[in-house]
């Protein structure tokens, strides 16, 4: 099976301007979660979502937001672009599990993001 | 809130050296537990994980038990060897009608042979 794949890898953007991040899961995973990783702050979780509705938020400002298709592959948005948005962005899929519990989640190589 | 709290690093042993790497919880609910490992150049991937108080995980040698009674989840390993050197995440998810997943800061590991 092929992994999780993120695009584009690299992305250097001015402050102000606003992106797009794509994400395509694990063929039959259905849970998508992002996660933006800094020096700083670590790996903090941004946002998950199943069948197109995103079912759980971090602490994240509203410049942050994600969708999820029908094919379960996933977007986020960050418009008006700050200095400290500058991250690694990950995100990860996951099965769906009957029992209400976490399978393993598969993490995609993250798209690397640097704001000037 | 939810949070997980693990031993700053960086840790520097010798191989075979045991390894310990502290990581505690707090949660609201009962959660799972994870390491995850992040070798040099390579993506975040599952180390082992455990579903509920007194499960085990166990993978490539290492291993970790939940403590439900000191919100812990250790990590151990009896004898590391050079190509362990990483960097290793606690993590805990919650089912909150959707799963937020909530990782430590990370602890670096340096093996020297």
């Known amino acids: 099976k092929a992994g999780v794949t993120q695009t584009p890898r690299y992305l250097i953007k001015t402050r102000g301007q606003q992106v797009t991040l794509s994400c395509s899961p694990i063929s039959g995973h259905r849970s998508v979660s992002w996660y933006q990783q800094t020096p700083g702050q670590g790996l903090q979780f941004l946002f998950e979502?199943?069948?197109?509705?995103?079912?759980n938020k971090g602490n994240f400002p509203g410049r942050f937001s994600g969708r999820q298709f029908s094919n379960s592959r996933s977007e986020m948005n960050v418009s008006t672009l700050e200095l400290g948005d500058s991250a690694l962005y990950l995100c990860?899929?996951?099965?769906?599990?009957?029992?209400?519990?976490?399978?393993?989640?598969?993490f995609g190589p993250g798209t690397r993001l640097l704001v000037l | 809130g939810d949070s997980v709290t693990q031993m700053e690093g960086p840790v520097t042993l010798s191989e075979e050296a045991f390894l310990t790497i502290n990581c505690t919880y707090t949660?609201?609910?009962?959660?799972?537990l994870f390491w995850y490992v992040q070798y040099p150049g390579e993506g975040l991937q599952l180390l082992l994980k455990a579903t509920k108080a007194d499960d085990k995980g166990s993978n490539k040698g290492f291993e970790a038990t939940y403590r439900k009674e000191t919100t812990s989840f250790h990590l151990e390993k009896g004898s590391v060897q050079v190509s362990d050197s990483a960097v290793y995440f606690c993590a805990l998810s919650m089912n909150t009608g959707g799963f937020k997943t909530i990782f430590g800061a990370g602890t670096r590991l340096f093996v020297k042979a």
């Open positions: 990860a899929s996951s099965p769906l599990t009957s029992g209400g519990i976490q399978e393993t989640q598969y």
């Open positions: 979502y199943f069948s197109e509705t995103q079912r």
């Open positions: 949660a609201t609910g009962y959660p799972s």
